[in-house]
């Protein structure tokens, strides 16, 4: 049974740092690309970062460069992937949803995701 499970959501200050991971399991997920996407009511999903099959290459969005990281461990049967996120802003309060992708690359399109976390809560007070 394949399954993306989200850990680290929470509440923080503007300023302070959260550590999101997310476990992919069920298939050798180190054929997949792993992603973190995000959203808030009312728009659409964005493209946070994505890190591709082995780690040797990665992708953020422009406004959290500098801020956040992205970085997987493969193991057999299951990926963990995580997101370091520092200097956090009220404009980074949203939900967080890891993904997978069989597509080559560090893609930013969801459409191009196969599977799907549950979603974790991050909320950023200013």
């Known amino acids: 049974q394949v399954q993306l499970v989200e850990y680290g959501g929470g509440l923080v200050q503007a300023g302070e740092s959260l550590r999101l991971s997310c476990v992919a399991s069920?298939?050798?997920?180190?054929?997949?690309?792993l992603g973190w996407f995000r959203q808030v009511p009312g728009k659409d999903r964005e493209f946070v970062a994505a890190?591709?099959?082995?780690?040797?290459?990665?992708?953020?969005r422009d406004s959290v460069k500098g801020r956040f990281n992205i970085w997987r461990i493969n193991a057999v049967l299951q990926s963990t992937v995580y997101l370091q996120m520092n200097n956090l802003e009220f404009e980074d309060t949203a939900v967080y949803y890891c993904?997978?992708?069989?597509?080559?690359?560090?893609?930013?399109?969801?459409?191009?995701?196969?599977?799907w976390g549950q979603g974790a809560q991050v909320t950023v007070s200013s």
């Open positions: 993904a997978a992708s069989e597509t080559e690359g560090v893609g930013d399109v969801p459409l191009a995701y196969r599977f």
């Open positions: 069920g298939r050798s997920f180190s054929r997949y690309a």
């Open positions: 890190v591709s099959r082995s780690g040797g290459a990665s992708s953020v």
